[in-house]
């Protein structure tokens, strides 16, 4: 068992460029990103960016080159095939969901297409949707490019996080309870940006939305958001007062301000 483990380690330790391309690229591709858990898997590739297995600039180009390849391959297939897609099961099934999505990009195509890219759901859903509907090539690529720049980055984050404080709870003794904070403020973190998201789409087309499966007013989402802010902020500054922190910062640094780029 360990022979085989330590053999599939191996494996991915030799081929990661080729891994990170190759997930980037699924993730955007039609339907197959549907079934990836993203954060997921790009939060475990980050995670060897954080341990220096592969340098953090050749992961985000290659990432980068995956995802908007896969997403214009989407586009494009959305655009050739437009009535067949319009009929299959899986299409007509996410109905109410293509409708809204739909809807904002012809009102707010460049935020739609941009945002919807950091989306679990409708990330893969957005390209061949807007090839579906025929939004313009100009109106598409250029949002889309920016956020693929942007995308690989924040996905990475929690893996990048993550080993860091490994690291640094190596050097630093009794730091569980840092690597639980962390923990914690990521996901208020990502909390509060699904909520700011969601509460800026609807704020002047609806009363309410919904947060998970509850169903709240804009005034108390607003509310939410100014808490979740002020818990952010009292998380900031107990970050900043542990050691821990100015060391994960240098590690950072040195991780990011490598001279090798290629």
């Known amino acids: 068992m360990k022979y085989y483990l330590a053999h599939y380690m191996n494996f991915i330790l030799n081929h990661l460029p080729f891994i990170v391309f190759i997930i980037s690229f699924l993730e955007s591709t039609l339907f197959i990103g549907l079934f990836i858990p993203g954060l997921v898997c790009m939060s475990t590739l980050g995670t060897f960016i954080g341990h ?11 990432s980068f080159i995956g995802c908007y390849l896969g997403d214009l391959i989407s586009y494009f297939i959305g655009k050739i095939g437009q009535k067949k897609i319009k009929n299959m099961n899986f299409i007509q099934k996410k109905k109410k969901i293509i409708k809204k999505i739909y809807k904002y990009l012809f009102q707010y195509s460049f935020f739609t297409i941009f945002f919807g890219k950091f989306i679990g759901p409708i990330r893969p859903l957005i390209p061949v949707i807007s090839g579906i509907f025929n939004i313009s090539t100009k109106n598409f690529f250029i949002p889309n490019f920016f956020a693929c720049i942007c995308w690989p980055i924040i996905y990475f984050l929690p893996g990048i996080l993550t080993a860091l404080t490994s690291n640094s709870m190596q050097r630093i003794p009794n730091s569980n309870f840092f690597l639980f904070f962390i923990t914690f403020f990521l996901c208020t973190f990502f909390l509060f940006i699904y909520i700011l998201f969601n509460w800026i789409i609807f704020f002047k087309t609806q009363k309410k939305f919904h947060i998970f499966k509850f169903k709240i007013s804009i005034k108390n989402g607003f509310l939410l958001l100014l808490i979740i802010i ?3 902020v009292f998380q900031i500054f107990f970050l900043l007062s542990q050691p821990q922190t100015i060391l994960c910062y240098k590690l950072f640094k040195h991780l990011i ?4 780029f290629f």
Request: glycine content about 0%; overall charge positive; hydrophobic content about 55%.
């Open 52 to 62: 220096e297995k592969i340098n953090f600039y050749h992961a985000w180009f290659l």
């Open 230 to 232: 002020l818990i952010m």
């Open 257 to 260: 301000l490598k001279k090798n």
